[in-house]
DNA sequence: CAATAAATTAATGTTTATCGTTAAATGCAT
DNA sequence: ATGCATTTAACGATAAACATTAATTTATTG
């Protein structure tokens, strides 16, 4: 079982850009965002990614990820 | 304006595998996954993103793309 | 440590849109 | 034309984003 990641909050890190001001420039609650940020979402509206790709010059791939598990396989 | 473009056609392409195949080994009905092959979806849940890429043994990013429209820029 | 700012969590309600299902339509072979 | 795969359409059910407000926790700074 595999697990859809979230990376939102390295690719801020990298940007340097903190919360508050991602908010305003996404157009998304910082309420929700801190949720994307912290991986407390289960699904993502492509206008929302799309305006974060925009605000961060970023691609899809660098906030989302998948992570097989490999660990132990029997 | 940018877009996300969905790349799930490309992939599958790659792998040699129909949407009938995909769809079975996905557990999402032929229908969706065709929608979301065709990019008539404009959000998806993790669970499914997750089973795709699992099934394709591939990334989001793979699938999802950001293209920014830098097209005749004002 | 005290005060302030930033971020997270919680709770509630609205709205959006997946996803399943069924059925019809299109496309692509043979 | 016959068959198989894919796409489109329409409907309902369910999941979950997203906004908002408020409370709480976590930096940050003097």
Redesign the pocket.
Known sequence: MGKIILRL?RVMADRKM????L?EKV????????????G?????????LEAICEALKCQPGDILEYSPDDTAAV
Not at 27 to 38: A, C, E, M, P, R
């Open positions: 909050d903190s919360l508050n001001e908010s157009g998304v609650s910082n309420v929700n965002l801190s949720k994307i940020k912290t407390k979402i289960s699904a993502v509206r492509f206008s929302t």
